[in-house]
């Protein structure tokens, strides 16, 4: 190693060790001044944005109940337009409402000012419920508004005629979200914590239930706190402050405002510790610049120190390096440096020169006999030489290999791209056999096929017609899961949706399980499966039939279940465990005992048939599990209030987010219809016979 080099070393490391103790013991002690000063402002804060709640609360219920003796509001002659007038002119006065309402004494909205649900009853809501059985002029509710349909501030009071006598109730709203200009009210000075996008805000009542939070609107009313550990922390010890790892948190409690003594509500504030401590690490990142110009200053001090001294080391060590090349006649005089330490060392390397000059000497004598021994070394050479030749050609014979079978592999590349090809057309073909959904939405316009195929072409197929029974009409819906999948599952589902149609249009069959076992029994046939031919290709089905006048409802399943949502309650007709197609064990049920469900449908009723492609798809964390039939039910009844549309997007989100990296595990069919009286007439329905079927029914 460079004598500059150790001399500039040591120096370096010298002031880093000095300058990086001090930094850090600055860094540490002007990190804990701060936070303590932080935490006393953001204490102050958070008591402050109580105190604006409470006098923000104070002066709403203050407005409402002089409301509630305006003049024109207390006359039961004034008429609904100057009860929407006045109710305006009383929103105006402060910008954070968002509505007012007058109702009459049997809960009829009279007036509104935004013109929300009038001459609609109101429910026994909370904040009627609570003014009605308590003896309070004003009452404060924070629930979902009915006319406004998201979660509102509510304050009601009872409006009296002169005589004192109760003639309606007024009500004011304001969203929730515009609490946030009450806690950041002007009054906070300074830097105020509400102004920062990463503190977190969160208002509770005395149960612990989330009314407000600037993170988690969804949660309001909901859940509580989102973290349980920090909001127990704070139930059992009496400090207004509390921090973890990350998080710096801070709460404040109501004390009342006035006459007004509160709603035991209590205001967290969290807030990063890297956002309190932003200041202090910019001041340390200063600090950093100085250390390192000090740094830069000692290394430069350290090059001059180096020069002065080293230059005696410089030049024994180039003389040294000119006698490691050869250079034995090399000497060293080194003036002023005689009598100390690097003289004698300079003295000592021209003893050694001389001593090696003697010794390469007796070298070069045995290296004349080294001489003879190449010679037989070069001999072995010229084998080894010979071998490797062999070898190359060798290689070559491989290279010629290797040519063909990248030609060979070229060839069957363009036979995959002729069968893919090939398969394509299948799909198109298929998709053409299959009745095209815009005669589903001609009855029911809210309806959706979500269709993924695991091989381009698909052995899961839907099937529908519209037909006229003595002059009533009826809809006949299937979904069916066939044997196998890819090209061998597509010729299945063609048969079957060709068999289908035959048997509907041409044969008039229209009772759901006559169909089936038609259906059946023309798969055997077509597939000669008797005794003598094993083929156990078939499928399993759910169908049914709706009068799309009474929407009376007939249902038979073989291996295939539907499904019914109403009013947010799942109904399942889970079917047969028959399957249609094959040979039937002899202890297993036989398609001529297929059970019938009727149930009588109402409008908004959300009806599914589907494979059973989507619930044994596997995915999520780990080595990979099925998706199951009770998630997938789940999943159902979340989605079942959207649009058609939006009902078909979540799913493929979720059959995403679940399938993750796997490969799809077999074809996805699923058809969603909301029952709706509309469209009535259809065009060309086919006018068909009922035939006299007596099969075992099950009421719903």
């Known amino acids: 190693m460079n004598i500059y080099f150790k001399i500039v070393t040591f120096s370096v490391f010298l002031v880093i060790g000095t300058v990086s103790t001090l930094y850090f013991f600055v860094s540490r002690e002007s990190e804990s001044f701060y936070q303590e000063r932080v935490l006393t402002s953001l204490t102050e804060q958070a008591r402050e944005g109580t105190q604006n709640i409470d006098r923000f609360l104070h002066q709403r219920m203050a407005d409402i109940k002089a409301a509630a003796q305006d003049p024109i509001i207390r006359n039961e002659n004034s008429t609904p337009k100057q009860l929407v007038k006045r109710l305006r002119e009383i929103q105006s006065l402060n910008e954070l409402y968002y509505s007012m309402s007058f109702f009459n004494m049997e809960r009829i909205r009279i007036a509104d000012s935004k013109g929300l649900s009038i001459g609609k009853k109101h429910s026994f809501s909370k904040y009627w419920k609570e003014i009605t059985e308590s003896n309070q002029d004003v ?39 515009r609490l946030y200009e009450v806690f950041k009210h002007e009054e906070v000075k300074g830097h105020s914590i509400y102004s920062s996008p990463n503190t977190l805000i969160d208002l509770v009542n005395q149960n612990g239930i989330l009314l407000y939070s600037s993170h988690r609107p969804q949660s309001v009313l909901k859940d509580g706190y989102y973290n349980q550990t920090v909001y127990g922390t704070f139930l059992n010890t009496s400090s207004d402050y ?32 890297s956002t309190i401590l932003a200041p202090v690490k910019e001041m340390n990142q200063n600090l950093l610049y100085v250390v390192l110009s000090v740094l830069m200053l000692s290394i430069l001090g350290a090059l001059v120190f180096s020069h002065y001294y080293a230059s005696p080391v410089v030049k024994l060590s180039e003389a040294a390096r000119e006698i490691g ?130 091989d381009i072409v698909s052995g899961d197929f839907y099937w529908f017609d519209k037909v006229t029974i003595q002059g009533r009409d009826l809809f006949i819906l299937a979904c069916a899961d066939c044997t196998g999948h890819g090209v061998p599952g597509a010729l299945m589902s063609m048969l079957g949706s060709n068999l289908l149609t035959n048997i509907v249009d041409y044969q008039k069959y229209i009772e759901p399980a006559y169909i089936l076992q038609k259906l059946h029994k023309d798969i055997q046939r077509e597939l000669h499966q008797d005794v003598r031919n094993d083929s156990n290709d078939g499928m399993e089905i759910s169908l049914c039939t709706i009068d799309l006048e009474t929407l009376e409802m007939e249902f038979t399943g073989a291996g295939r279940p539907m499904l019914v949502i109403r009013d947010g309650e799942l ?17 297993q049920k036989t398609v001529d005992q297929l059970q019938t469900y009727r149930m009588q449908l109402e409008e908004g009723d959300m009806m599914y048939l589907y494979s059973d492609g989507f619930k044994d798809q596997i995915g999520g964390q780990g080595n990979g599990r099925i998706f199951t039939t009770r998630r997938f039910k789940g999943v159902l ?10 009902q078909e997007d979540s799913l493929q989100v979720v059959y995403e987010g679940w399938k993750g990296e796997h490969h799809q595990t077999d074809d996805i069919l ?10 009535m007439q259809v065009n060309s329905p086919k006018e068909f016979t009922r035939l006299n079927i007596q099969n075992e029914s099950v009421e719903v």
């Open 139 to 177: 009452v404060l509710d924070i629930s979902r508004s009915e006319s406004v349909g998201e979660i509102v501030l509510h304050f009601a009071s009872f409006v009296k005629d002169e005589k004192g006598k109760k003639v309606g109730l007024i009500v004011s709203r304001i969203l929730i979200p």
């Open 242 to 273: 509390f921090e973890d790892e990350d998080m710096l948190y801070v709460k404040s409690e109501e004390k009342g405002y006035l006459g007004y003594k509160g709603q035991h509500w209590t205001l967290f504030v969290a807030v990063p510790k």
């Open 637 to 646: 009844q979340e989605i079942h209030e959207q649009s058609h549309r939006r």
């Open 571 to 587: 109904i399942e007709f889970k079917g047969d465990r028959i399957p249609i197609g094959g040979l039937q064990h002899p202890r």
């Open 325 to 454: 090349e050869g250079k034995l006649d090399t000497r060293i005089e080194l003036r002023g440096h005689a009598k100390d330490e690097l003289g004698m060392l300079a003295k000592s390397i021209n003893s050694m020169a001389s001593r090696l000059k003697i010794r390469v000497n007796e070298l070069s004598d045995l290296n004349t006999q080294l001489n003879g021994m190449n010679s037989k070394l070069q001999d072995n050479l010229n084998k080894i030489h010979e071998q490797k030749e062999e070898i190359l050609s060798q290689r070559d014979q491989i290279r010629l290999q290797n040519v063909a079978m990248e030609d060979a592999f070229k060839r069957l590349e363009v036979r995959n791209k002729q069968q893919t090809a090939s398969i394509n057309y299948a799909k198109r073909i298929q998709e053409a056999m299959l009745p095209h959904i815009d005669q589903l939405k001609q009855v029911f316009p809210n309806s959706f096929i979500f269709n993924r195929p695991r």
């Open 670 to 679: 699923v058809l969603g219809v909301k029952v709706e009286r509309v469209n």
